[in-house]
């Protein structure tokens, strides 16, 4: 589909167009730097400023108050198990993403676009909800509840619990940016690997991946900042057991609620950290992704 | 084997389907649909007059009303400075245009809970904000849309993007021929082949602030009945072990994203067909 538009838009601008013409379709000066100054203003006050805020109350008592709040053990704590969580459920989503990316975008079957719909279900759940349906499963009045508690395993209020909310939080990432892709590019290639005789695996990794694989990486970024900043779903089934189940946004909540708000403000500055890295990340790959999607087209 | 045979329309020589597939159900199946289904199936233990009062409790309904009026009032705030900002973005060359676009995507980036508490220090009586403001901010429900406006931002934006990106020249030139002043080029050309993508991009930045928790309990102050959103009201509901009732109210409020995310589709499938793909 976008092949085709891409063939209608094909003609480059010719540079004759009569300047008078070209003033004619933007606006007088004074409107040009007015929206821009709304815009700006707007985006100062809601975005530039708080994002400034973070690192500037973290410094506000000084880099020693900042770095022991840091290398504090809650904190490390706290640190360690939302890198283990995204460790674990980051992968996984990979995982599914590239299963649910082939199936969809490979072959046509019925009951694809009730699969799409479902894939992208978990953005449209309140992440609270997200905690809590995790909670009527595995929870002590639970379905499993009582098998759990009889085989002494646990997972709300544990590590398992925490994982699997993530998961469910940051299911469609990774799936969402390869489909439209994936679909783009058509099978041809990989039908031709086939015919010259290809295995499934081969195919995958000679054809498909080298096609896809910035649009992967951003997909595994978007999913990863999520993964590690996620609050609400990971509130509900964490149980707040300070240097056990606690998170990095769940040790904010903690810090920011006891008034120490330095603390906070410094572990909160790692994670907005995290947030431009992958901003920054976002850019690089996506200039990627539109050149690798320009190359397949042609 | 079986599930290429019943549900392929066509013979492909690519292997992997039935693997692929198989392993995309059973994951869906196990992280998403069944959890949810649980969430359905519990309220059914409640007798239906329990159900009802738990979910039109007077503390309930206050909760609601805040939820629901703020998120519109966010997603409405979103759509006005989305479209100006998109604009700005699409059309104008200005220094730091890139940057700026860039950072557009922050409160998807920015943890929920970072964007929570720098709000609240900003907006605060003794903030950088809140003290030039002549109104209260943080713990009123006038911080409830602020938290929600700063979620909603990249919604708008970036649905809008793509169709102001691909808005032919051509069309405003021909408008531009024909005598229109460019304000009406604007209402009665540009307005229009943009206004599907627009109410996408609000519908989804209303969609998000209605589940929204982390950015806005810090700001909210959560006061019953004043400045408690229904989020806050479900995990208040679990502390203290009233399952049944957080679960009736999550209920109500998943039937209300699921309405959205139909509306949400409708929306999109519009957008294509405006820009006839």
Redesign the interface.
Known sequence: MSAAAAVVAAPPHVAAVPPRVSEATTEPAWVRRSLIAVALVFLTLFLFVPLVAVFAEALKKGLDVYLAAIVEPDALSAIRLTLVAAAISVPLNCAFGVAAAWAIAKFDFRGKNLLLTLIDLPFSVSPVIAGLIFVLVFGLQGWLGGWLRDHDLKIIFALPGIVIATIFITFPFVARELIPLMQAQGVEQEEAARVLGASGWQIFRRVTLPNVRWALLYGVILCNARAMGEFGAVSVVSGHIRGQTNTMPLHIEILYNEYQFAAAFAVASLLAGLALLTLALKVVVERRVAAQAEVTRR | MLLSRA????H??????D???G??LL??SC??????S??FL?TFTLTWPAFWDAVTAPRVVAAYRLTFGASLAAALANAV?GL??C???V??E?PGR?I?D??????????????G???T??YSGNG??GSLLPVKVSFTPVGVW?AL??IG?PFVVRTLQPVLE?LQ?EI??AA??LGAT?LQ?FRRVILPIVTPALLTGFALAF?RA?????SVI?IAGNLPMVSEIV??L??TK?EQFD?PG??AI?VV??VA??V??LAI?GLQAWTRARQG?
Do not use: C, H, Q
């Open positions: 549900l392929l329309k066509r492909s020589v690519l292997p992997g389907f693997l692929a597939l392993f995309t994951y869906l992280i998403v649909l069944v959890p949810l649980a969430a519990k400075f100006v900002v604009w700005v973005l059309r104008y200005f890139r700026v860039a950072l557009v995507d922050l409160p998807f980036a920015l943890p929920t809970a970072v964007a508490i720098a709000l220090a900003l950088w904000i602020v406006t700063f931002l691909d020249r405003e030139e531009a021929i460019r080029t969609a209605l589940g929204e928790y982390g810090f989020p806050l479900i995990i679990l399952i957080a679960t999550a409020m998943l994203s699921f959205l995310l589709n793909r």
